[in-house]
């Protein structure tokens, strides 16, 4: 760091007022995205202009950015899209230091990644599989932490490191000295364990683990096959832990097993995957666990943290803990002991008709508060916005299996509605301790899988297949085209690529000299790749079946193939467990202008709630607007356009006796443009 940077911090340091307010991972440890600031209101939030806005001019195509910044002493720190750590002067925008993890050299990957975990002098940061502790005044590793300022994340758990693929997009938390994390890991196998791992913050060495797929002797080892242990992979808390400091405890939302859609190697209800889990914060031993989806087959894993809330119940205050789903559930639990605080029915649901599979008789339903998505698509349902895209979905609609979300996986074809990107999302919910109201926006997105037998010829197909496809065409941009890379890539990118992974793709290290071949292909288009049946056969992880790509289901124009809403924003009031408001959220603005509005869209990235009465949130895709609603109503009180969608929860602070609201700019999500840019906004001056 160049020493005039360092007089910059330093000298901007000494600045700080004692009651300037900041914003920690989150908002706060028990994740609930509240400022408590008031100085912008419902009279005046119509006022609100830009106060500054930075580039990273790391933006490209298709790359994300969804980091939630986090403000401390007077310093912004924050990711961006080729996963530079940037701190800036939260007041003015300016760039303090940058740390490439990289040094330079990485290529254009999309990363997902939710940004940083701030602690006394120190950055907390992952880049792949490395979890780095940057000094905080220079960005420099710190090189007593790990090995030279950084650790392995694929130590520890029980498996050969070479043939792990793990990462965090999700930043921890901070309970006393210890470091607390979930992690990314692949949703195929092999597989990759998402053990919850607590590391010491000074010298990065690891304190305890809690195996979310349990070994033999551990509570849950039952609820798997004889050998799970082995070979199953996720049950990971990849969005995220809460902390409730007072209590000792750390929670923790876990996603599926892997793999996500045919289980027939993983018999059994599956714990602690899609499990809302309760540990003790100082030794990692279980307190409590309730899991919302048993033996899951659909990729429905809980997508937020969960969120640490007061609600009345029979006239007195209660602390517990909200769950939000891709099923458009919220689960309330009492904080101690875990029982729901509304009745929870468990209906039964359809078995699998594939060979191998046995899922869950039951599954749970709770009774309140009531769904904030649809939870079926129905022929009723296709969308009118033109005869002929009508004609089309319906069509389409009647080749594949469509009873409910909890259709099984079939070699027909089955609609995962709301979807595996449906309900909530990783942005979170946001939630009101005056009012006890909880925010969440959700999407709406009927997605089709279906199973086809594993080739045992084709080496692209075993191991690439489910992602992008037979036919290489993906599902763009989640699941981008492979049609023609070698025009677009070299052979070192492409081979970097799959030794490395990138984004959602897991590293395919294990694959060893094959990969030249895998490559070969990819690049000529001619598959003289052969896996060896016999072996294959021997390989513990190998399924009979595999899913054939992943396919958002859209109509022929590009739209979401169902009647509107296609996203919305929703007030639930956790003490009476009723929907206190329901809109739609965003727009695609070439609809928008042919008078067809409120349509609602795609959107990512979550809310934030003041007590002053407001609600942010930026989170939708096409229209890139950034929106503050009143909080009790629903009501539009401000908005504007972004230079890109703000695909990112806000952060809400104050320096000088200025309160600033500021959000990322990354867009890049399903098909919408890129960008790279922070952007904070406050009341012009008097």
Not at 252 to 270: L, P
Not at 284 to 299: A, E, K, L, N, T
Not at 325 to 354: E, H, I, Q
Request: aromatic letters at 10%; glycine letters at 10%; a neutral charge.
């Amino acid at each position: 760091m160049h020493p005039s940077k360092i007089i910059l911090y330093l000298s901007f340091a000494a600045c700080v007022q004692a009651d300037d307010v900041g914003w920690p991972v989150n908002g706060g440890p028990n994740n609930i995205r509240y400022s408590a600031l008031t100085q912008i209101t419902r009279e005046n939030v119509d006022r609100l202009k830009m106060a500054w806005t930075y580039d990273s001019h790391d933006a490209f195509k298709d790359s994300e950015m969804q980091s939630n910044p986090i403000i401390v002493d007077g310093v912004l720190y924050a990711t961006t899209p080729k996963l530079r750590v940037v701190a800036l002067n939260a007041e003015t925008g300016q760039e303090i230091w940058v740390f490439d993890p990289s040094g330079g050299t990485g290529a254009q990957r999309r990363y997902r990644h939710r940004g940083v975990t701030v602690y006394q002098d120190r950055v907390f940061f992952t880049y792949r599989n490395y979890l780095f502790a940057l000094n905080r005044q220079t960005g420099k590793p710190i090189p007593s932490f790990g090995d030279e300022g950084r650790i392995d994340l694929r130590e520890g758990l029980d498996r050969p490191v070479e043939k792990m693929s793990v990462s965090a997009s999700s930043p921890g938390v901070i309970f006393e000295d210890l470091l607390i994390m979930g992690s990314t890991v692949p949703e195929t196998l092999p597989g990759s364990p998402g053990f919850i791992r607590a590391f010491d913050t000074k010298s990065g060495k690891l304190r305890w683990v809690f195996r979310t797929i349990p070994r033999p002797g551990e509570f849950g080892y039952n609820t798997w096959s004889k050998e799970s242990y082995k070979i199953s992979g996720g049950a990971n808390a990849w969005a995220g832990l809460s902390v409730d400091a007072k209590l000792g405890m750390v929670f923790a939302a876990t996603g599926s097993a892997s793999f996500d859609f045919y289980g027939a190697n993983r018999i059994g209800d599956n714990l602690f995957a899609d499990c809302v889990l309760a540990l003790d914060a100082r030794t990692g031993r279980r307190i409590w666990h309730f899991q919302g989806i048993r033996h899951d087959v659909w990729d429905l894993d809980f997508p937020a943290a969960p969120s640490l809330v007061t609600v009345t119940r029979n006239g007195r205050k209660v602390e517990a803990v909200a769950q939000i789903t891709k099923t458009g559930y919220v689960y309330v639990l009492d904080r101690k002991t875990g029982t729901p605080l509304f009745p929870v029915k468990y209906r039964k649901v359809p078995a699998s008709s594939v060979d191998g599979e046995k899922l869950s008789l039951t599954q749970p339903y709770p009774v309140k508060p009531p769904p904030f998505t649809r939870q079926a698509f129905t022929e009723d349902m296709i969308t009118n916005r033109t005869p002929e895209a009508h004609a089309a979905v319906l069509e389409k609609f009647r080749s594949v299996d469509s009873n409910g979300m909890y259709t099984p996986p079939s070699l027909r074809g089955t609609m995962l509605f709301p979807g595996t990107d449906g309900g909530g999302e990783w942005g979170g919910a946001a939630f009101d301790p005056d009012t006890g109201l909880l925010y969440v926006n959700s999407n709406e997105q009927p997605w089709i899988i279906r199973l086809v037998t594993h080739d045992t010829t084709s080496l692209y197909k075993n191991n690439c297949g489910s992602c992008h496809g037979d036919d290489l065409k993906g599902a763009p941009p989640t699941f981008p085209s492979l049609v023609d890379i070698g025009q677009r890539r070299s052979r070192r990118e492409i081979g970097s690529v799959i030794f490395e992974g990138t984004g959602r793709m897991p590293a395919f290290g294990y694959l060893g000299s094959n990969v030249n071949e895998l490559i070969d292909f990819l690049i000529s288009g001619k598959d003289t790749t052969e896996a060896n049946a016999a072996e294959e056969a021997k390989d513990p992880s190998w399924l009979k079946y595999r899913n054939e790509g992943y396919i958002l289901f859209r109509d022929p124009d590009g739209y979401p193939p169902l009647t509107p809403p296609w996203g919305t924003l929703n007030a639930i009031d956790l003490n009476k467990g009723e929907i206190r408001w329901h809109i739609p959220l965003g727009e695609y603005p070439e609809l928008a202008a042919k008078g067809i509005t409120d349509t609602g869209s795609d959107n990512y990235g979550g809310p934030v709630v003041t007590a002053s009465g407001l609600l942010f949130i930026g989170a939708t895709n096409f229209d890139k607007k950034f929106r503050a609603f009143d909080k009790l109503t629903g009501k539009l009180l401000w908005e504007t356009v972004l230079p890109a969608a703000g695909n990112a929860t806000p952060s809400i602070y104050e320096i000088h006796g200025r309160q600033y609201v500021v959000i990322v700019c990354g867009g890049g999500k399903n098909g919408a443009a890129s960008g790279g840019s922070i952007v904070a906004f406050r009341l012009p001056d008097k």
